[in-house]
């Protein structure tokens, strides 16, 4: 008999999660993994490459309200570079930032500047992954190997994807033991002197909902296929045409989704328009595919908004006539909290046949426009905010013209 049972990760454990609080901020489904020739059992760790790791790990932790718990660096042996790794809830984020001036970090950050390289997955079996990857034409970046310390053990593989970006595959239960370090093998605990305000909420989100690759003109359909081809993901959703166009601008998207939906991956690409898109920027300015953003799940939006608005952080603005249209009440219906107080906010809803969710995005979070956040709280709905496509990209041309880049 097929087993379609879905369990709780490790991190989901210790963030104190369970499956009602996840089928609710991510969308999570049962799947029969004995089917899966690639099964994901979901995100492992968001690896960032940045200029100076030491002031962004702080601005995650003052700004977003994250928790240091390990770190690698000259100080335990890692010469080459500092990396620092911060938890909010069940998501891992690793900032890096090179030592050394001759570290392969420099380079890669000169071209990119401060993105996404790692887009690492916990796997229960790397071997089996990697061999499938290698089978359907996938190219392995690193054979499966173990590292090891007084924690245990993890096994490790790794695959290219889009661009630079790669995937590291992460096996933490080896020989019927599950690792229990703070991170990996080579890394410390770590605490922070970091106080957080008064009053301050434990955390701002607490799980990742899906992280969105952009790609050049003709290729989404190519990584659309890959992540079919190689890991067994499925179509979500698909995004072309009028849906996803402006009177200046327009993109295509595509949506592949592991087995249990804990890991989303929207794929898009340019279309042929009036003037530059928001997909065109990001090449420019990431000099290549890349991620373009991350979307943090929450079960509170506002208070997560209030409170990151109190810390700087900036979001693409709302016209007020997006929330006049008599088309817009009709369309969402009743949600958890009045309009007025996500009007205030500049919140977007959507509602399809499943529920609701309601969205807001951030500007770019370094100087280049490249990689930015969307805060998400999901309210039965398993899309992705299809209704506010075009206000969104609306407001992101509007940035964008700031900048010069329409």
Request: with cysteine; hydrophobic share 35%; net charge negative.
């Amino acid at each position: 008999m097929s087993n379609t049972s879905v369990e709780l990760t490790q991190q989901e454990l210790e963030a104190e999660l369970d499956l009602a609080q996840l089928k609710q901020l991510v969308g999570l489904v049962e799947y029969d993994e004995a089917a899966d020739p690639f099964p994901v059992t979901g995100w492992d760790a968001i690896t960032f490459v940045v200029g100076n790791a030491t002031q962004t790990a702080h601005y995650y932790q003052s700004a977003w309200g994250m928790e240091l718990v390990a770190y690698s660096g000259p100080e335990n042996g890692q010469m080459d570079h500092k990396s620092f790794v911060l938890r909010s809830g069940s998501i891992r984020f690793v900032i890096k930032g090179a030592v050394k001036p001759d570290s392969p970090l420099i380079a890669h950050h000169a071209k990119h500047g401060d993105g996404v390289v790692d887009i690492s997955l916990e796997v229960p079996d790397v071997d089996k992954c990697i061999e499938q990857a290698r089978s359907a034409g996938a190219t392995v970046l690193e054979e499966p190997y173990e590292v090891s310390d007084d924690h245990g053990t993890v096994r490790m593989g790794a695959i290219a994807t889009y661009g630079e970006t790669r995937h590291t595959l992460i096996q933490r239960e080896v020989d019927g033991t599950t690792y229990d370090g703070p991170y990996l093998p080579g890394y410390v605990a770590k605490t922070s002197t970091f106080v957080k305000r008064d009053c301050a909420p434990k955390r701002l989100f607490q799980a990742l909902d899906h992280i969105v690759g952009n790609v050049e003109l003709g290729k989404m359909d190519e990584w659309v296929e890959f992540y079919k081809r190689v890991m067994g993901f499925t179509n979500m959703a698909e995004f072309v045409g009028d849906d996803i166009a402006t009177e200046y601008s327009a993109l295509m998207s595509k949506v592949v989704a592991s087995g249990n939906h804990r890991v989303k991956f929207p794929l898009n690409e340019p279309a042929v328009a009036k003037k530059r898109s928001q997909i065109d920027e990001y090449l420019d300015f990431y000099t290549g595919p890349g991620a373009q953003h991350l979307a943090l799940a929450t079960n509170d939006i506002l208070r997560t908004v209030d409170e990151l608005r109190k810390e700087g952080v900036e979001f693409l603005s709302t016209p007020d006539a997006y929330y006049d249209a008599a088309e817009f009440r009709e369309r969402v219906g009743e949600v958890r909290v009045p309009i007025e107080e996500l009007q205030a906010r500049g919140i977007l809803v959507d509602r399809d046949e499943d529920g609701y969710l309601l969205q807001i995005f951030t500007k770019p979070l370094g100087d280049r426009p490249t990689v930015f956040f969307e805060i998400i709280e999901r309210h039965g709905s398993l899309g992705f905010g299809k209704g506010n496509f075009k206000a969104l990209f609306e407001s992101i041309e509007r940035e964008q013209d700031k900048r010069g880049n329409l």
